[in-house]
């Protein structure tokens, strides 16, 4: 896909999964530059005290709208998991570098990290988005109540 067709569908869809996601309060900067690593298809790079965020997709490894939207979801769910990238990086800063306590460290990191992407993309797939509920009775699951 050419990088201004998935611009436009970034840009059209990226407001309301941020919101359904709750991250919409983040700063979120998306580039479509190609990634060389043949296994990776998009990336987001994190600041989470800042609550800035960058996410790239490489449009030359998508063919389908489909697949945009796939990425996109998937590296906001990285944002919307981003505080236990505190916890991470405390944790890590006590290994030193390159030693086996550190690659394991960083091997956990990464699989746990992905299965729980996993696992919030399920609930979308199978769980809450799967549910034949009216738009009304979605709304009223997720509006505060209002103050007396």
Known sequence: MDRS???????????????LLGVQFWVITVT????????????????????KAVINIDPGKHRTEAEILHSLRH???HILLSPFDVYRT????????NTPMAKVESASWALS??????????IFDWGI???????TQWRSLFDSPDPE
């Open 32 to 51: 479509y530059e190609p990634i060389a690593d043949s296994k990776i298809i998009s990336t987001c790079d994190r600041q989470y005290p800042q609550q």
């Open 129 to 135: 988005a799967a549910q034949d509920l009216e738009e």
């Open 5 to 19: 067709q998935c611009s436009y569908i970034v840009k059209r869809e990226m407001p309301k999964l941020t919101k």
């Open 75 to 77: 590296e906001l769910i």
């Open 113 to 122: 990290l992905e299965l729980s992407v996993l696992a919030v993309e399920r």
């Open 90 to 97: 405390l944790a890590a800063a006590n290994f030193e570098p």
